[in-house]
């Protein structure tokens, strides 16, 4: 098992080239007590495979400038627990020992609350340590609204977002989709910025298909320009 990549080593990589970083990505995976060991497998492996498709590969390594990536899962307001730690996307390799390291991790947090705005401003947080960039972007996955502690409205308050994307990938939505439901939580209070957009798996089995599509989007959005159709009004 590959242990998680430290921040030192990572900020090696940049050798120089931190002025160059295109976009600052950070992925949030969900692992509070309504998913379960299953669950959890499918979200790890899924995200690890969708890491190592062929085109979001190409996706990553597009330009001579670098993606820096950071993934953490999340549950409850003191259960945000890093996976991989900041590390410059420089190469397949150094993608193949990120997406390794996810698919060999195993879960920290077991039976804690859905503590989402915590999750959002442990990641706001997170992305002040990298070099600046040109894009920063916050992609946040879950199967439930925030039960514990304060919510996305107030992590936005409080915590330093500007000119960072928050987008979404709901999880199950299928028992979630009333006016009072998940889909419309995450489209009205947890997307951020210009641009800011949702992908939906309707089963935890479509988790690595819709991050996979949800990569893409992310990581070509800087090579080609913003479309102008979002899923939510620009708010911050």
Not at 103 to 113: G, W
Not at 143 to 152: A, L, Q, W
Not at 166 to 182: E, M, R, T, Y
Request: aromatic letters at 8%.
């Amino acid at each position: 098992m590959l242990k998680t990549l430290g921040i030192c080593a990572a900020l090696g990589l940049w050798s120089g080239a931190a002025d160059a970083c295109r976009l600052a990505l950070v992925l949030a995976m969900d692992v509070s007590n309504s998913v379960d060991a299953r669950e959890d497998a499918l979200q790890r492996n899924g995200l690890a495979s969708a890491l190592l498709h062929p085109d979001v590969q190409d996706a990553f390594l597009v330009s001579s400038d670098p993606v820096s990536l950071l993934i953490f899962e999340w549950s409850g307001q003191y259960n945000q627990d890093i996976i991989v730690d900041w590390v410059a996307i420089t190469s397949p390799e150094v993608l193949f020992n990120a997406a390794n390291t996810v698919a060999n991790s195993t879960r920290i947090a077991r039976d804690s609350p859905t503590s989402l705005g915590y999750a959002l401003g442990f990641a706001a947080t997170k992305l002040r340590e990298v070099p600046a960039c040109a894009n920063r972007t916050i992609d946040v996955a879950g199967d439930g609204k925030n039960n514990h502690g304060f919510g996305p409205a107030e992590a936005y308050a409080a915590f330093p977002f500007d000119n960072v994307i928050v987008n979404g990938l709901v999880i199950d939505a299928g028992s979630f989709a009333g006016n009072d439901g998940l889909i419309p939580f995450y489209r009205n209070e947890v997307l951020r910025g210009p641009g800011a957009f949702l992908e939906i798996a309707t089963r935890f089995e479509d988790f690595e298909e819709t991050m996979r599509r949800k990569l893409l989007r992310e990581l070509l959005s800087q090579m080609i320009g913003r479309t102008g159709a979002t899923d939510t009004p620009t708010r911050g």
